[in-house]
């Protein structure tokens, strides 16, 4: 429950402090004098998202603090655990508003997100303000309040992890298939690529090597013509070059016994005819090598012709056309892979389909039970309300679909969504012989309020939510209907922590705890003060709710006897 609240440069704000106890808390004042404030302060320490527009004129900043008792049980203070905070002296919540829009949110004394500030606080307390009564009539919430009352919020979050978890795989078969049409002609063009790369059989550097042995081959004839002269000449004819060097060397042998300066020369000039000899001996040994083959000649032609156009082809040398050869197989791999991962995501979604339509299934026909008990629930709690003889009934329809909706989002003539396959609607006939008519179209502001309480109060008897507040829970109702709304709300303060908003004296008579909010204007400033109330405080108060702008005695004394009635 909500023990203590602390709100500071917030609207027309600028400090208050007030103290909460169990039962039924009321809050009454003039139109305009901040009681909506209040709701918005409590609302942004539940989560709801901050503006800097909500600090007070001249102000820096707003500051938020509120104080809740948690039960060491409640869903509330497990999910507090989880996050890593110790609740077992209350869960102490502050907010942080400042007009450069870095926010802030503190629980007990540790920076936290709003997001975490969210998941703690959507199990402390429930705001039923006029925002309310519009989301009411949306069909969503409508399907929402059913699944909450039928205790189907873990089956319906199973139908919305596995649908979420489908349509990923529904967009991913959609753009392989569109991928496999596209690539039909593409994957043609590679595997003829990938199989004339291969089919080549490249070897690094064999361009040079063919072209070495074609310009032998060409010139094989001049080759051996010339390298036969030059062994004759040098090595093996008449008057060779070797034979001169040999009689030269000799000579300058018997020289240098005359003079040694003569002995390097005499040296050198042998050891240039042994390199010689062995010149002539490479010579010959190479002329034996040549070849005269014009058959591989043709070949060596061809090959390099072969090689040459897919150089030209595929990047100007054999390495890159290597390259192009393992590149083409990667990409036809991808491709030839696209059949066997739409076959693969078909599976999956198939098994996810079977294993959302059971689900699915599940889910509305228990929805179906729970709408039509909680359809008998809210026509007695309406008849408590001043609304006999009321009918009330949720209709589902099929979600709808068209022939472009993919197969694995239809089920039983239905379309899927994350909610499963039924969409809901609640009807009303708030007067005996009337027939039911949709909620939206039918029900007076008075009725929607009614409605809204008899939905509260229904799913209000479980233990998730502490405290329960109600905004302008009286609008459109007044005289005996606005007894029975108050005397509901009490009721509902045996359960929970009840704080409503109120402008009936009908309803305010039953608070345990009764504040006044009024506004005031301190030296050129407005701002919004809170006053308990309790005695003659009280029923001067009521007496004013009574009897508006001139409070008779008779006015003081319905005051006084409302106040006894208690």
Known sequence: MLRELSIKNFAIIDDLSISLEKGLTVLTGETGAGKSVII??????????????????????????ALFDVPPQSPA?????????????????????????????????????????????????????????????????????????????????????????????????????????????????????????????????????????????????RLYETIGRSVDRLYA?????????????????????????????????????????????????????????????????????????????????????????????????????????????????????????????????????AAADLAKRVEKELTSLGMPGTRFEVRFEHVPFDKETDPHLVLDNSGIEATGIDRAEFLIAPNVGEDLKPLVRIASGGELSRCILALKA???????????????????????????VGNKLESLSHFHQVITITHLPQIARFGRQHFRIAKEVQMGRTRTTITPLAGEARVKELARMLGGVRITKKVIEHAREMVGQR
């Open 40 to 65: 918005n302060a409590v609302n942004l320490i539940l989560g709801a998202r901050a503006s800097p527009e909500l600090i007070r004129s001249s102000e820096e900043a707003a500051e938020l603090e």
């Open 77 to 221: 203070a497990r999910m507090a655990r989880s996050k890593g905070f110790d609740v077992s002296e209350g869960l102490l919540i502050r907010r942080i508003i400042r007009r450069n829009g870095r926010h802030n949110v503190y629980i007990n004394g540790r920076l936290a997100t709003t997001q975490i500030l969210s998941s703690i606080n959507q199990h402390l307390a429930s705001i039923a303000s006029q925002h309310a009564h519009q989301s009411l009539l949306k069909p969503e919430h409508q399907l929402l309040l059913v699944d909450q009352y039928g205790e189907l919020s873990g089956l319906r979050q199973k139908v919305g992890a596995c649908y979420n978890e489908m349509v990923p795989l529904i967009r991913k078969l959609t753009k392989l298939r569109h991928k496999l049409d596209e690539q039909s002609e593409r994957r043609e063009l590679l595997e003829f690529q990938c199989r004339e790369i291969q089919n080549a059989k490249i070897a690094l550097g064999e361009d040079q090597k063919l072209e070495q042995e074609r310009q032998r081959l060409k010139n094989a004839e």
């Open 237 to 369: 004819g008449e008057d060779a070059v070797f034979e001169r060097l040999t009689t030269i060397a000799r000579e300058l042998q018997r020289l240098s016994r005359i003079d040694q300066a003569l002995a390097p020369a005499a040296n050198r000039m042998e050891a240039a005819a042994f390199e010689l000899e062995d010149i002539a001996a490479d010579l010959q040994t190479y002329l034996q090598g040549i070849v005269f083959d014009s058959d591989r000649l043709e070949e060596i032609e061809l090959r390099l012709d072969t090689l040459q156009r897919l150089k030209r082809k595929y990047g100007g040398s054999l390495e890159s056309v290597l390259a192009r050869g393992i590149e083409t197989e990667e990409k036809l791999k991808r491709v030839s892979s696209i059949p066997e991962e739409i076959a693969n995501t078909e599976r999956r979604l198939d098994n996810l389909y079977d294993e959302l339509g059971k689900l699915c299934r599940r889910l509305s026909e228990k929805r179906k039970k």
């Open 458 to 484: 229904i799913l209000a008897t479980g233990k998730s939510l502490e405290t329960l507040i109600f905004d302008e829970v009286d609008a459109g109702i007044g005289g005996s209907v606005a007894e029975m």
